[in-house]
């Protein structure tokens, strides 16, 4: 089982920037796919922006692209997500997650039924 560690969130205001972290605990993650979703009170854990394994690949929700970069470090088996300038409807729990691939397809997906394994989420809030 995968276990999934983000940190980086917290209380900033509007225009500011944050850079979120997901580490996999116990295993690299050369091999996994990797996409970051979110979840406001209230609302449906949507997409936000995806990587594939080889870091080739990267998708985003149009609501944020241009504004957030997604990017893995092998070397720190660490995948980030950069938010500039933050928007008050950017206010959510960021979740990180995993699925495993086949090494060789550029694969990022969209779909939250396409991941397997999930982080405890961390807390994004913006104010106006």
């Known amino acids: 089982q995968v276990q999934l560690v983000e940190s980086g969130g917290g209380l900033v205001q509007a225009g500011s920037s944050l850079t979120l972290s997901c580490a996999p605990s116990?295993?690299?993650?050369?091999?996994?796919?990797m996409a970051w979703f979110r979840q406001a009170p209230r609302e449906r854990r949507e997409f936000v922006a995806a990587?594939?394994?080889?870091?080739?690949?990267?998708d985003y929700a149009d609501s944020v692209k241009g504004r957030f970069t997604i990017s893995r470090d092998s070397a720190e088996n660490t995948v980030y997500l950069v938010l500039d300038s933050l928007k008050p409807e950017d206010t959510a729990v960021y979740y990180c997650?995993?699925?495993?691939?086949?090494?060789?397809?550029?694969?990022?997906?969209?779909?939250?039924?396409?991941?397997?394994?999930w982080g405890q989420g961390t807390q994004v809030t913006v104010s106006s």
């Open positions: 997650a995993a699925r495993l691939t086949d090494g060789y397809t550029e694969y990022a997906p969209r779909n939250i039924y396409n991941y397997d394994h």
């Open positions: 990587i594939s394994w080889s870091g080739g690949t990267t």
């Open positions: 116990g295993r690299t993650f050369g091999s996994y796919a």
